[in-house]
């Protein structure tokens, strides 16, 4: 086998019996060309060979040949363990020398490879830094058109910023390219302030004009709100006034209603008390008693002139009260009426009052038709009357 068909070439190492040369892969190590041999001839005998295992000599040629196979296994196991526990130790010195020879190579090669790196370290570093300030010219160049929206201030501050950027030499391969950027950043931020401030003064104008709309909105809603809010309180008021005025209407009508019944319970009554009278004028045994009676008519005459009295000042005092009350309100106009129907109510029943002493005197007056003083019979009336009305007279009453 040539050098050429051989995976690797090593030369003998110290220590180390030589190592076979490793063939191309398929091709069988002189390590086993004798187990291989012997394993042709071993085959064909074995493939041919028949035992009669029924006999003992049989039995016996069968396993001595199956012992030599093993034999020759065991064989090829010792030839593989030292085979390869020798490369093992080949591998080992290759590795060994190899890392030495690649120590001192390394040390060869920094000698001159670190100056190297640092020259390249320091030439990025430079041109970096020349970097750094075209990509951040690059940026101002795009800032007016990058979609970030900015007020006039913040512009303001950048081109400030921008001015303070130093340019010059010292920025050597960079600069021409630098200035260029420079310029262009400075122009187009400056032409964008001067948008930015003409959208802010039309901004500040459209939002006067919409506060001044909203303002006037708010004024319009709040009168729209004051005169709902007065003309409800006028409904209110009016449904109030007319509500109270047809309570005291109500009140009215009752009062009137409650003066009829009364009217008609006294008519009643006057006709019951002149009957009472009659029967009681009857009863009277002497003159002594009619005297009696007319004394006490006398009184009751006195007592109704007091009333009469007390119905007309009341009467009077409603007309002046009605004369006052004559520019009033719906509602006062209608307290005033109940007010004056009251009044009306009493001097109907202080008529009430006169009417009926004057039938009772009548009855009296026609129970004796030959006594012509009337004074006697009129007191006697009256008296009767208050008798009545303060509830002397048993059954009979005024209500």
């Known amino acids: 086998m040539s050098t050429a068909e051989a995976k690797v070439e090593v030369e003998e190492i110290e220590g180390l019996q030589e190592i076979e040369i490793l063939p191309k892969e398929g091709a069988p190590l002189k390590l086993f060309s004798a187990f291989e041999t012997q394993l042709i001839e071993m085959k064909d005998y074995n493939d041919t060979v028949v035992f009669d295992l029924t006999d003992k000599k049989g039995m016996k040629e069968a396993k001595t040949h199956v012992g030599t196979v093993k034999k020759v296994r065991t064989e090829l196991e010792k030839a593989r363990k030292a085979a390869k526990?020798?490369?093992?130790?080949?591998?080992?010195?290759?590795?060994?020398?190899?890392?030495?020879?690649?120590?001192?190579?390394?040390?060869?090669?920094?000698?001159?490879?670190?100056?190297?790196q640092e020259v390249e370290d320091k030439e990025k570093a430079r041109i970096q830094a020349h970097q750094d300030v075209i990509d951040k010219l690059l940026q101002l160049v795009q800032m007016p058109n990058d979609g970030v929206p900015r007020s006039s201030e913040e512009l303001s501050v950048v081109?400030?910023?921008?001015?303070?950027?130093?340019?010059?030499?010292?920025?050597?391969?960079?600069?021409?390219?630098?200035?260029?950027?420079?310029?262009?950043?400075?122009?187009?931020?400056?032409?964008?302030?001067?948008?930015?401030?003409?959208?802010?003064?039309?901004?500040?104008e459209l939002a006067k004009l919409r506060q001044a709309a909203a303002d006037r909105e708010a004024e319009d809603a709040l009168a729209a709100a004051e005169k709902e809010k007065a003309e409800t309180a006028r409904i209110n008021e009016a449904a109030n006034i007319e509500i109270e005025r047809k309570r005291l209407l109500q009140e009215a009508e009752d009062a009137k209603q409650e003066i009829a019944n009364y009217r008609l319970a006294a008519e009643r009554q006057v006709a019951q008390a002149q009957v009472d009278a009659m029967a009681a004028i009857e009863k009277a045994e002497s003159d002594k008693e009619a005297a009696k009676l007319a004394a006490e008519l006398a009184i009751a005459k006195a007592r109704q002139s007091v009333l009469d009295e007390q119905a007309a000042e009341a009467a009077e005092k409603a007309r002046l009260e009605q004369a006052e009350k004559d520019k009033l309100t719906a509602k006062e106009q209608a307290e005033a009426d109940a007010l004056a129907?009251?009044?009306?109510?009493?001097?109907?029943?202080?008529?009430?009052?006169?009417?009926?002493?004057?039938?009772?005197?009548?009855?009296?007056?026609?129970?004796?038709?030959?006594?012509?003083e009337h004074g006697r019979h009129a007191d006697a009336a009256e008296y009767l009357f208050e008798q009545i009305f303060d509830g002397h007279i048993p059954n009979i009453k005024f209500v």
């Open 85 to 116: 526990a020798n490369a093992l130790a080949y591998g080992r010195a290759v590795d060994k020398q190899a890392s030495e020879i690649q120590g001192k190579v390394d040390e060869m090669i920094l000698v001159h490879s670190v100056p190297i």
């Open 341 to 372: 129907e009251e009044h009306r109510a009493q001097d109907e029943y202080a008529q009430q009052k006169q009417d009926s002493i004057k039938a009772i005197e009548t009855a009296i007056s026609s129970y004796y038709p030959g006594n012509t």
């Open 159 to 204: 081109i400030d910023a921008a001015k303070c950027i130093q340019l010059g030499d010292h920025l050597e391969e960079f600069e021409e390219e630098a200035t260029d950027l420079h310029a262009q950043a400075i122009i187009g931020l400056e032409t964008k302030l001067e948008q930015t401030k003409v959208e802010e003064a039309e901004r500040e």
